[in-house]
């Protein structure tokens, strides 16, 4: 399914809010998180890429839920380093060990239960201190409320991620693209603006 | 009063202009205008910008009429090309060679004029184009794309000479970029258009040595040129975000090279082809963006 006009801007707008974080947006964090966003922000910009040229039907690709999975954890990584340094290097193993055990649970032979399993602690891992720690910091007075995107958007992140289950689950698809590009459009916009009025 | 002439050759202009393949030729000019302006000269400097622009455009147009001219008999044997104005017979071939000798003749001369170096390169771009991959290798072996990428990479590196007064090492890897990008770009058409080509005896890379090491040919290259293209981005001095981001570029490229290696698919293969075109014009846009910011 190919994105309608408006849904080609909206993609469109959101690789340069990602073309931009990665270029601009995270300079003078630390080479740690530099390099754990970029990875984050790299993977939203190609995956957007290729939608735009593929379609949508991209989404539906089995590499699609160890992408998927990398964003969270790498933007997770990326704000453990910078904010608590002292947890760099065991955020950097669990996240290792999660993406591994995402891998090879995604073997024809892994059984199913445990794929799913693996899936949700590590989203589910990522994705909660993606959503807190900007609310401590903030509230903590370390970051301005402008922060507080950084969590919407790694909330929407966890919209993104169950839309993408029910893709794989077998809902009808066109329901489920019509809000994929303005939901990627949204999650980039916040961490854009999260991160240059932090 | 005769109204039919204006309208002649307004539909005449309109066949000459898709002669030159305004998006390919418009890739190769950004190519050579981002060369000039790696060289962090004095980037508006109308003159010399609007020369080097001319000039290259012409170029460019006149090596690709001259192209569609010499090729007007194997493009009207293949469904994609077979409707081209050469191929279809719409335009007069006498006329097509002549224009395309006055085109290139004037975008070579005003190269000389501006600066006898670039004046060089921009012929030799030509000449590898014209002579060595249309005329004397395309219908011989399939590896007459190397002759056309080194073509390819003779504006960016003549850009850069213009820019710099000398063909330096950051010349020399900006063009490689292009070099080992345009077969990225060439195979997977290739195989995407392999009957086409079977059709017209062209032998091409699918047809000579198989699938398999074409596919990989394609990532070896694509590895070569985004390693190329990081290194010249180094050498220019981009900064580190641009850097950055153009490694991220990169990434996917290497990432669907290697898909259409361990995974093909017609998808995977038509997604690189875009892709990689993207993925020139995106780096040529960050060394300007670069050099303006």
């Given amino acids: 399914m190919k994105p309608s006009p408006l849904d080609r801007v909206l993609l469109l707008l959101t690789a340069i809010l990602a073309s931009y974080q990665v270029a601009i947006g995270i300079e003078g964090v630390g080479t740690f998180s530099i390099l754990a966003y970029t990875i984050g922000f790299g993977i939203l910009l190609i995956a957007i890429l290729l939608i735009l040229i593929l379609g949508l039907e991209v989404l539906e690709l089995p590499a699609v839920v160890i992408v998927s999975t990398l964003l969270p954890v790498s933007l997770a990584v990326g704000l453990v380093g910078q904010y608590l340094p002292t947890w760099r290097v065991p955020s950097l193993i669990g996240a290792g060990i999660g993406l591994l055990a995402v891998a090879l649970t995604r073997r024809p032979r892994a059984p199913a239960w445990a794929a799913m399993v693996v899936v949700a602690l590590v989203h589910g891992v990522s994705g909660l201190v993606l959503f807190s720690l900007p609310i401590v910091l903030v509230l903590s007075g370390y970051t301005k409320y402008a922060f507080l995107l950084v ?48 | 009063m005769n109204t039919a002439t204006p309208l002649d050759l307004r539909a005449k202009i309109r066949l000459y202009w898709l ?6 030729s418009g890739l190769l000019l950004a190519t050579g205008l981002a060369g000039y302006m790696s060289a962090r000269c ?212 290497l990432l669907l090279a290697f898909a259409i290696t361990f995974r093909p698919s017609e998808h995977i293969n038509f997604s690189l082809f875009k892709y990689a075109s993207l993925y020139m014009l995106a780096a040529m846009i960050l060394v300007v963006m670069d050099v303006l910011s």
């Avoid at chain 2, 002669?19 to 390919?24: E, F, G, R």
């Avoid at chain 2, 794309?145 to 390819?152: A, T």
């Avoid at chain 2, 890897?173 to 058409?189: E, R």
């Fill in chain 1, 151 to 198: 969590s919407l958007g790694s909330a929407l992140i966890g919209l993104l991620g169950l839309l993408l289950t029910f893709l794989r689950r077998g809902r009808p698809k066109t329901d489920l693209f019509r809000y994929l590009p303005t939901l990627f459009f949204l999650l980039t916009l916040c961490f854009t603006l999260g991160f240059a009025f932090r």
């Fill in chain 2, 19 to 24: 002669l030159t393949k305004p998006l390919q």
């Fill in chain 2, 42 to 253: 004095p980037v508006f400097n109308l003159d010399t910008l609007l020369g080097l622009a001319g000039s290259l455009f012409l170029a460019i147009a006149g090596s690709t009429i001259l192209n569609m001219w010499w090729d007007r008999d194997i493009d009207a044997c293949m469904r994609r090309t077979q409707s081209r104005p050469t191929s279809a017979g719409l335009l007069d071939p006498r006329e097509v060679l002549r224009v395309g000798l006055i085109v290139s003749a004037l975008g070579i001369g005003w190269a000389v004029g501006i600066d006898a170096r670039y004046g060089l390169l921009v012929f030799a771009g030509l000449f590898f184009d014209v002579v060595v991959y249309s005329i004397w290798l395309k219908r011989r072996t399939c590896w007459s794309i190397v002759w056309g990428g080194v073509s390819g990479a003779m504006p960016i590196l003549a850009g850069r000479a213009l820019g710099v007064g000398a063909v330096d090492w950051i010349g020399i890897t900006l063009a490689l970029g292009v070099l080992f990008w345009i077969p990225t770009h060439t195979l997977t058409f290739s195989m995407k258009f392999a009957a086409d080509y079977q059709a017209a005896g062209v032998p091409t890379f699918p047809s000579t040595y198989g699938l398999g090491v074409t596919r990989a040919a394609i990532a070896l290259s694509s590895v070569l040129a985004a390693l190329a293209m990081i290194l010249a981005g180094y050498g220019i001095g981009m900064a580190w975000g641009f850097l950055r981001l153009l490694g991220v570029l990169s990434a996917g490229l």
